[in-house]
């Protein structure tokens, strides 16, 4: 039973000093690696090149394992592990930490359930596992007195899981807002610096930032993942991602981010929860964020992550959010504290339910066909909900057959703002599906 | 034993899992503060707010102890709480936490070590003790079992001891800039938006951010000790405070504001420790800060210290740096990691030597009376030790006998600037002694 021998190494009253330091030699704590891509493989280099005493690479998992094994990437894999493809050579092994780096529900959950139900401790990358199987796999694993840590899960390298379980306990963090899906950031960035949406999004492919399918990543579920995982460590409460409203970006065009820069604001996809009494307010959309704003201060791939405190205040995470390295930054910092036998503060998470209701000042941009009383036609449908307009911007330039148009609106309710819209895009003048964003305060408090 | 106790509720097979999530009311861990001034008054507020279970305040140790008793901070404090101005009422009770909030290092330092001699835990919140006794300190600690945490030292409410602890020991930090005095930040940030040095620290000194006697804050003394422990934790370096060069920012005036932001640039005090080998080159000075850089965000009595890694690149962390509600939030959580024992990963450290030699592009700002020869006599100086000029800039309305005069030089090495400049501070052109300014690069990588 390795892992009872972890727990003597740093509980027994002689050792428990000098065992955190650094594990004896003698016995190592023995690591498997479920997945050898870009991710796995940084985690290889990671450990060859820090070489930390009492920690051991055993094994390698990975489908067609050959060809993973050939690779320049395997070259510092010591030549004492064991690759497979074959899974029960781990889950029947001796291994005390098991990384999961493939990604998805299935099979990863079942295996998890194996290792943790066996007493190995599980150190993940996995947002979607951890996002909606996170609370019933951490069940699992404190039954087993087990470890499950997925600081990489959320943001990469940028320690913000630890960070809040360590530095935050002492605090009532109210509201978080992240910048977590770090493609959507070089899209919206890109289209900041003049590029359209289109060429944004295929340059971000080309880089391998994006899939072929980007839905994941603009549609907004990847961060919708994140900001549950950050929800249920920050906030300590536990949401249905699927109950997380989601907006996609692939409507924001590169007249928006001029229309945007004349409010002195730029356009970021934001995640926010905040909590209310029983209910956690939590969505995923694009958002005009005022220049001054930690938010804008984001680019390219960068992740951000601001905690709002009732004793602290706000505090600003940033970072690469991912890539090989850094997010094996996290795997390894995981690793070495279920070695060090170092468990997080755990603080009573409740489950909550959602709502995607907010009152906030909006961004509406519509296309339209110039003619008399769009103004009119506009201000009515807006006025009949009892929403006031804040300013009307046009801009001199575009044709008369297809006029960008935008409306700014007092703070009001999303979903009331949405019935005007619905009654507005049947107008005969509109040419295209309205678009509106949030616009976040300047000091993010008047939500 | 209330520690041994502690230990057996984490780690005993069957109750491992749920001890971490509250500990049981019935054997309640003990805390002591020590000092009830505006940080303590904020730990109780914060300890009664959120009423943790299994945590319970016991005592409170302060001289003169009757006045703190009556006073308002004292209302939330449990009728049940000890009150005393024997220090031996703590010593010897069977409290299982010391919180330390008095700062300075006599008596905090002898006591402490008799509270960690007898196997109870401290946290504090004082930089000069840990800064200077951090080591020595911490061997008694794990001599005696006990812990030592300090997250309250460095950034108030800003979690990077624990975000890096956690969350970067995966990687290898190779240098930190930080803001880390929050008074120097707000008399800067004042200066930038137009205020002079002297009306700056009165108003920082009437606001309560500056004490009477500004030294420690702004010679950077008070900096020097964080970065010092910030080496410690993100660094894996033990360096000497005395070592470290400081450069107090006294000597910044309105002028030089407005020929950095010609530079595209703003001033702050920076914080910066760099590993190389095994030397640690570290300085506290106020610098030239690009606009672009993270370390310009930050304004007012804000905190900001980016770690700089060789896997996972720059991580920002930042917030309120000072302030009783975060630096509570600093302690508290310190607390609840003692309580939950918790203990942080922990890397070997090891001393190093300081050099505070740079090689960088800097800012230099003479007054001079105007008269034909001075940019010869000042291009002589600096060619005649090999330093090239950047730039020259002067601007215009300026009286003639009181000329201030800007010279920029492409990257050299401090030493030897220093001895260009004892040489051109002789000439009898000089007014002043010439003020010396770092200019950090815009990505902060080619020092």
Redesign the interface.
Known sequence: MPR?KT?KK??S?KS???A???LPASSPVKVALLGFGTVGS?VAK?LA??K?SGLELTHIYNRDVERKRASTAAKVVPPTVQWTENIQDVLRSDVDIVVELMGGLDPAEGWLRKVLSSGKSVVTANKQLIAYRGAKLARV???N?AQLLY?AAVA?????????????????ITRLSGIVNGTCNYILSRMESGADYAEALADAQKLGYAEANPSSDVDGYDARAKLVILSRIALHAEIDPDEVSTQSISSISAIDFAYARELNCTIRQISRAQVEGSTVRARVAPMLVPKTS?MA?SHGTQNMVVTS????????????GAGG??T??????????VA?R???????VRRRTVTSEVVAPHYLRFVVHDQPGIIMGIAGALARVGINIDSILQHAGHPKNRLPFVVTVEPCLNTTLEKALRAIAKMDFILEKPVSLQILAPDEKDE
């Open positions: 009872t727990v740093t509980t009253s428990a000093g000098r955190a330091q650094s940084s990671v090149t820090m930390y694993a404190r039954q007195h600081g990469g390298g940028v320690p913000v899981i630890p960070g809040t379980q360590q530095g935050l306990g002492g605090d009532r930690p201060w405190g009732e004793f602290g205040g706000d505090v600003v995470f940033s970072g690469h390295h850094p094996a930054v996290a795997v390894v910092s995981d690793i070495l504290a060090q170092c468990h997080a503060v755990e603080l009573p």
